[in-house]
């Protein structure tokens, strides 16, 4: 299933001009750890799937949905038998605000299950298979309706992070969702913000000060809203935008430690190897080409 992996890069073959893919899969085959620019959601029909993703394990049973961010290095374990969807959305020419702090709240995997996501789960696990039928359908704009679809569920995700962090109590208060938007409001544009200003020399207080916040509500209103801590999400940003730099191989590790805005070479291979489990070298390595597997059930 894999297309084309250059060292652990994968390089996803989207059909002509659209920036999707998918596959309805059934082979019994073992992915080795790689990453790509898209999203990946996973969705088993019939039995399971294994996952490894940041450094965690997730078990699929039938209709559970593993949503993995862009850029996050994983591993996939198929059972002897059974079916499941594969799907691969680019969001790479679609820039919002909110997009960012969505996929940061994703990132590295989320997992929709009946028990974690009770209150979505049915409509998340309802558009996927919307988004399949739609993949294979005759219909016109069949691309913009699965983006729009895949985008819903991403919303469904944000939300339902958003409402779980709202204490009970405060749910009846006057000016409670207010407030609960207006948070919301200020840290897509901090996010975004360090989006943008990643390679500089950012630190907590300086953001949580431009932000209008000590630094220590700051910290707890970051994890609260983003389901991550200042200095973990910088060094994700960083380190995806040396994977990027690191497919050029004109550009020396070192000229990426710096363009990524870590201070030194030795802070950029120790973080790199905590996020990848692996080193810069190991990862560009070995630009072969190389197939795994085979697309299935694609006109």
């Known amino acids: 299933m894999i297309h084309k992996l250059s060292g652990i890069h994968e390089t996803v073959d989207f059909r002509e001009d659209e920036q999707v893919c998918l596959y309805y899969n059934d082979e019994y085959e073992n992915y080795p750890p790689h990453w790509h620019t898209s999203f990946e959601v996973l969705m088993p029909i019939v039995n399971g799937y294994k996952a490894l993703c940041g450094g965690k394990e997730y078990n699929l049973r039938e209709g559970d949905v593993l949503i993995i961010g862009p850029c996050m290095l994983h591993e996939l374990f198929a059972p002897e ?15 919002t605000k909110e997009l960012n702090l969505l996929t940061m709240i994703i990132t590295p995997a989320t997992l929709i299950t009946p028990e974690g996501y009770p209150q979505i789960y049915e409509k998340v696990k309802t558009l996927m298979l919307e988004i399949k039928e739609e993949y294979f359908g005759e219909s016109p704009y069949l691309e913009t309706m699965i983006i729009s679809k895949f985008l819903e569920i991403l919303t469904c995700v944000g939300r339902q992070r958003v409402n ?15 407030r609960q938007k207006e948070y919301v409001e200020k840290f897509i544009l901090v996010t975004d913000y360090i989006n943008n200003h990643f390679a500089e ?27 991550s801590t200042f200095y973990k999400y910088l060094n994700q940003k960083r380190i995806e935008f040396a994977k990027t730099l690191l497919q050029d191989p004109g550009v020396s ?8 805005g870590f201070s030194s070479l030795s802070a950029f291979l120790r973080m790199f190897k905590l996020m990848n489990n692996c080193t810069p070298t190991e990862l560009g390595r070995c630009m072969t080409g190389r197939r795994w597997g085979t697309r299935a059930c694609l006109k």
């Open 164 to 178: 779980a962090h709202t204490v009970a109590g405060q749910q009846k208060e006057n000016g409670a969702n207010s």
């Open 253 to 260: 590790v070192t000229e990426v430690a710096f363009k990524s």
């Open 81 to 95: 038998s059974g079916e499941r969807i594969i799907f691969q959305p680019c969001l790479n020419n679609i820039s």
């Open 201 to 227: 020399d950012l630190s907590l207080e300086g953001v949580a000060s431009q932000a209008g916040f000590s630094k220590y509500h700051f910290s707890r209103l970051f994890k609260q809203y983003t389901d």
